[in-house]
Structure formats: C-alpha cells, structure tokens
C-alpha cells in the first residue's frame, strides 16, 4: 500500500504547484482552511511534511520539548524564511520525495489532498481529484481517531457521497461531494454549507 500512493501524491504535489505559480504577495497572505495558517503557511507545511523522516520528526519533537504546536511552527517558519517563491521551489523539489512522518500509510495520502484543498477554496482554485484517492482518505478518517480525532468527529452520523457510491455510518445523513465530505471528516467547518441533510447540524455542534 505504501508504494501504491505515491504515484498520486506526487501527481498531485505536481498540480498544486502549477496552480500556485503566479501568485500574488496578496493571495500568498490569504487565509487558508486551516485555522491561523495563511496558503504560504500550509505549503511550507507540506514542504517540511516530504522532508521528514520518522527519526528526523523525534529529534525535532524531542527538541521542541515534546510540543507538537511548537514543533510544527518552527518547520513552518523554516520552511518560509526564504519568501514564498522559495517555498514553492523548494515544494518542487520535493515532488517526488518518498519519505514521511511516522503514521499510517494513508495519512500521507490525506496530507496531499487535504492540505491542497486548504489551499485551494480560498483562492477559488478547483481540481478534480482521483475518487478513488478521496475516498480511501475519507474513509481513513472517519474509522480513526489518530491525528485529527475524525472518527469521534462523525460519530453517529451518516456520511452519504452524492457524486459517487460511497457512504460511511449511521444516523442523520450528512450529504455532499465527496470531496466537501472529506473536509468536513477533518474538521474543515468552511465546507459545511456545501452538505445538506439532518446530521450537518450535528457536525456544526462539535
């Protein structure tokens, strides 16, 4: 399974990339889905992501005194130290790179997918990304709580996919594109308004 997802990430490191070139100072400053990170953070994010190592990831926690907030934040500033055209080369540098945090093989997979989103809606860029991709993520989170807690997330609700024949639970049905459903399993509230059904009240609650 772990060499079955890297054709796909770096595909789609590879289209994020060209879908960034071009930015201006401005969108570079936008907020992106995640809360508190601009679009020029998330990708120095993503960056430092296709660097780590599992034993580089220990040093660096271990030297942030086991924060993950504050280990996270110094790879970020590393990472954008250069301006945003250093970080975007240096993304492209590490189109292809293999290596990872530790942590289950799909949740590189999610990194990829996810994070380009963040990016993405807020700039109104669209992509199509692979269903099949979407999916195996979504379905990742919503059965796990490691990293993001998405399983205690949608937790008694059905996630119903109205662009593809995948469903996920029970109870009030959420519905939507699939991919808006895998933002929303990660806690992306912002997607919210693109699901319908009785279980997004819920989701909203939490």
């Not at 890297?6 to 070139?21: I, N, S």
């Not at 936008?30 to 190592?53: F, I, N, Q, R, Y």
């Not at 991709?133 to 996630?159: D, H, P």
């Not at 109205?162 to 929303?184: F, K």
């Amino acid at each position: 399974m772990a060499n079955d997802i890297w054709p796909v990430v770096h595909a789609e490191r590879r289209a994020l990339a060209a879908d960034l070139a071009g930015l201006s100072e401005d969108q570079w400053r936008t907020p992106s889905l995640c809360g508190g990170w601009s679009v020029h953070d998330v990708l120095a994010h993503m960056v430092a992501t296709a660097k780590e190592s599992p034993a580089r990831f220990v040093t660096g926690l271990i030297g942030a005194g086991f924060s993950f907030d504050r280990f996270t934040s110094r790879r970020i500033a590393a990472e954008r130290a250069g301006g945003p055209a250093a970080t975007l080369a240096a993304f492209r540098a590490v189109e292809t790179s293999t290596t990872a945090p530790p942590g289950p093989t799909t949740s590189w997979l999610g990194e990829a997918l996810v994070h380009a989103e963040d990016i993405r809606r807020p700039l109104g860029i669209r992509h199509e990304y692979p269903a099949d991709a979407v999916r195996q993520v979504t379905e990742f989170y919503a059965s796990s709580n490691v990293l993001i807690g998405g399983k205690r997330r949608v937790e008694g609700v059905t996630l119903q996919a109205t662009d593809t024949d995948w469903s996920h639970g029970s109870g009030p049905v959420v519905a939507g594109p699939a991919l808006a459903l895998m933002l929303a399993t990660t806690g992306r509230t912002a997607v919210l308004d693109e699901l319908t059904g009785p279980g997004v009240a819920v989701l909203r609650g939490r």
